[in-house]
């Protein structure tokens, strides 16, 4: 079972930046899409942003033009690069693998917290 491992995460200002990492266990090129989702006090897990093995990315809405993902296969290392944060952005993230339709699995991160002050 291949393990994904978080790191990053904070406590940073509003308008300031972090970039949360995931390590996985075993080579992410067999991946084919990698996400980053966020979970809110009270809210429902939703997805910020993903990457696909082919290099397409897409984005909450919310976070277009402040975040970023990308990828490093050598490194087996999926980045969210976060600027501009808002106190609405304070949530745990977590990394996630899909490696279907080729194989029907899935994998979590343990997740971050990410704490915005305003």
């Known amino acids: 079972q291949v393990q994904l491992v978080e790191s990053g995460g904070g406590l940073v200002q509003a308008g300031g930046s972090l970039r949360l990492s995931c390590v996985a266990s075993?080579?992410?090129?067999?991946?084919?899409?990698m996400g980053w989702y966020r979970q809110g006090p009270g809210k429902q897990r939703e997805l910020v942003a993903a990457i696909t093995s082919g290099g397409m990315t897409d984005y909450k809405d919310s976070v277009k033009g402040r975040f970023t993902i990308s990828r490093d296969t050598g490194k087996n290392t999926v980045y969210l690069q976060m600027n501009s944060l808002t106190p609405e952005d304070t949530a745990v993230y977590y990394c996630?693998?899909?490696?279907?339709?080729?194989?029907?699995?899935?994998?979590w991160g343990q997740g971050t917290q990410v704490t915005v002050s305003s």
């Open positions: 075993e080579s992410i090129s067999s991946i084919n899409v």
């Open positions: 996630n693998a899909d490696w279907r339709p080729t194989v029907p699995k899935t994998a």
